[in-house]
């Protein structure tokens, strides 16, 4: 049975890639917004942003960070991984920098999104307890297989190390 995943990654570069990991099928993800949409629910404002967050979250048992050269320290990005890690959801990051976009272009590797969001009450780095995978592939291809052959096994271990956290 696939898992229901909420995605988080930044929109504009990274777009293409995503639809490249949502096509593999082992999980259910939440249905992305369109450009339009997203600048109507963006002229609404942060309270706008927070409740279509809200609404794509729902029924989730994981939050996979799908993380290009840009993604870490963004203000919705932290705010989907709070609300994730908060809500008792499973939490990872999936680097796709290797993933080519729609002019067949890879990105520079970026930060760990984790790495800015700290939690409990020793205010501990979440990248010291949630995973972050780096696919060890260099062609797109590569990337995509190894992601597509891994990807239910890392749902299934962020949700479990959610649950013992």
């Known amino acids: 049975m696939a898992r229901k995943c909420f995605y988080s990654f930044h929109y504009k570069p990274d777009n293409w890639r995503v639809s490249k990991i949502r096509n593999i099928g082992a999980i259910e993800g939440n249905k992305p917004a369109s450009d339009n949409d997203w600048e109507t629910i963006t002229g609404g404002g942060d ?3 927070k409740e279509w967050i ?3 979250m729902y029924g989730r048992t994981c939050t996979i960070i799908l993380a290009g050269s840009n993604t870490a320290n963004r203000k919705w990005i ?16 999936i680097y796709i920098h290797n993933l080519t976009n ?3 272009q890879q990105c520079s590797k970026g930060a760990n999104p ?3 969001i700290t939690h409990g009450p020793n205010k501990t780095r979440l ?3 949630a995973k972050a995978y780096d696919p060890p592939r260099t062609t797109s291809r590569g990337v995509y297989t190894y992601i597509a052959d891994n ?4 749902i299934e271990e962020a949700i479990k190390i959610r649950n013992n956290n």
């Not at 990807?151 to 890392?154: G, H, M, V």
């Open 114 to 116: 984790l790495y800015y």
């Open 54 to 56: 809200e609404d794509q």
């Open 127 to 129: 990248s010291s307890t």
């Open 102 to 104: 729609s002019s067949d």
């Open 151 to 154: 990807i239910e096994d890392w």
């Open 47 to 49: 309270n706008k942003i």
């Open 78 to 93: 932290n705010h989907e991984i709070v609300e994730s890690w908060n809500k008792k959801k499973g939490v990872l990051v």
